[in-house]
């Protein structure tokens, strides 16, 4: 069965992410649009942001373990605030923040890179302790082939940029549903 969220459902997911970072950043409680039964589902999501399109934060969860709905307001608060390679988002930024959210479908284990479908899908790579993923959006924007996006994924997960080839490595591929606010 195809997972459809609608129009109004986005809406609700969005102004909720951004309810939320701006209730933390006010020190004050975030109120919420009552949820609806697919927003109930438990699925993966990962909630972006960008400022003056150029990445400011993305956190996720590839596996829903939690409400999507509960799973965007952590990943949005995740997103501004304990993304390691940015600061805390600042009160004042929060005008300038676009939300992108993508709700991920379950991962589909792949024998080979051969599976992956540039656009269409995202991957994760997993060899031992390490792991890496991109969500399906990430090499269109990077204008990445399938080579380009294997190697610069590996260096993610800090591999080497051939251990996809690696016998003990797994890899995997899930579909996103992605929306933004504008």
């Known amino acids: 069965m195809e997972f459809i969220i609608t129009d109004e ?11 939320t970072i701006a209730a933390k950043l006010s020190d004050r409680k975030a109120e919420y649009e009552p949820v609806t039964k697919t927003l109930e589902t438990k699925c993966g999501a990962f909630v972006t942001l960008h400022k003056h399109g150029q990445l400011r934060g993305c956190i ?13 307001r952590d990943m949005a ?16 930024e929060l005008e300038e923040i676009n939300i992108e959210i993508s709700v991920l479908s379950p991962l589909e284990k792949i024998k080979s890179i051969d599976g992956i479908k540039i656009g269409e899908h995202g991957i994760l790579i997993k060899r ?5 993923t ?11 082939d399938i080579n380009e996006l294997i190697t610069n994924l590996c260096y993610k997960a800090g591999m080497d940029k051939d251990s996809w080839k690696a016998p003990d490595t797994e890899l995997f591929v899930y579909t996103a549903i992605v929306f933004s606010e504008k």
């Open 9 to 19: 459902e986005k809406k609700i997911l969005l102004e909720s992410a951004r309810e």
């Open 60 to 72: 996720g969860n590839l596996i829903g373990v939690k409400p999507l709905y509960t799973t965007i």
């Open 77 to 92: 608060i995740a997103s501004a605030f304990e993304d390691p390679r940015f600061m805390p988002l600042s009160k004042n």
């Open 128 to 132: 031992g302790f390490r792991s890496g």
């Open 134 to 144: 991109f969500l399906p959006q990430v090499a269109v924007e990077q204008r990445w």
